[in-house]
């Protein structure tokens, strides 16, 4: 299994949304698509070789390229368009927008890898994603707070697995109007939350390029 990371932005930071490329037994999995994602994959000459997006739900700074990429395959490229994947909550909502922008024939499938429940505002959900013969495995969080549902994936998969989670870790602190706490998990929260054996494999995404960088977490940062 090969991880690139294509941006680690979020709603508010670019110039690239959080979104991997996980190449696992020769097939491409894009793991969301939000803003810039369409750009860095054209200029990559990537956009052909991506077999299956998974998207963890329908906030903009998840799907905005989604529109773009299944264009530009379909009417360009000319060619037979990747399976989209979410989890059957975040489905319906994406097969909704995928009406509205122009692709009301494409089903979203829900059976894939094993889903990772998120705490966010909207219906979200990650993904496990697993190499059996290397027996590495990575942890996509989507956004969320820090969770028992995270710990308990990574908790199962460490044994057998050299894991990687990519966490989200929103270090601008936007704290939504109403007051009401933010969705998104911080670095303090973070290191509360989980042991010093699981805060090791963590990469924070979806922080943007700014920010302070507290040791001793790692923040992911784009590798295209
Ligand atoms: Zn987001
Ligand atoms: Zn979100």
Not at 4 to 29: H, R
Not at 50 to 65: G, K, P
Not at 137 to 164: H, L
Request: aromatic letters at 10%; charged letters at 25%; glycine letters at 6%.
């Amino acid at each position: 299994m090969h991880v690139d990371i294509l941006g680690v932005g979020n709603a508010f930071s670019g110039p690239v949304s959080t979104s991997l490329i996980v190449d696992l037994n020769g097939k491409s999995i894009l793991v969301d698509a939000g803003y810039g994602v369409y750009e860095v994959l054209k200029e990559n000459d990537y956009l052909e070789e991506i077999d299956t997006i998974f998207i963890s739900h329908t906030h903009e700074d998840h799907i905005a390229s989604l529109g773009a990429i299944l264009n530009d395959l379909r009417y360009i490229k000319k060619i037979k368009l990747p399976r989209i994947v979410a989890h059957e909550q975040v489905a319906r909502m994406l097969e909704s927008y995928l009406r509205v922008i122009g692709f009301p024939d494409i089903q979203v499938y829900t059976c894939f890898m094993p889903f990772v429940k998120a705490h966010h505002t909207i219906p979200c959900y990650g993904i496990v994603i697993r190499d059996n013969e290397k027996d590495e495995a990575i942890i996509y969080t989507g956004d969320t707070k820090c969770s028992k549902e995270i710990y308990d994936v990574w908790y199962k998969y460490r044994k057998r697995y050299d894991v990687t989670i990519y966490h989200d870790c929103q270090i601008m602190n936007i704290d939504p109007p109403n007051g009401l706490a933010s969705p998104h998990a911080t670095w303090k929260e973070i290191a509360l939350a989980y042991p010093d054996e699981m805060l090791e494999c963590i990469r924070g995404v979806h922080h943007g390029m700014g920010g302070d960088i507290v040791k001793p977490f790692r923040l992911a940062q784009p590798t295209i």
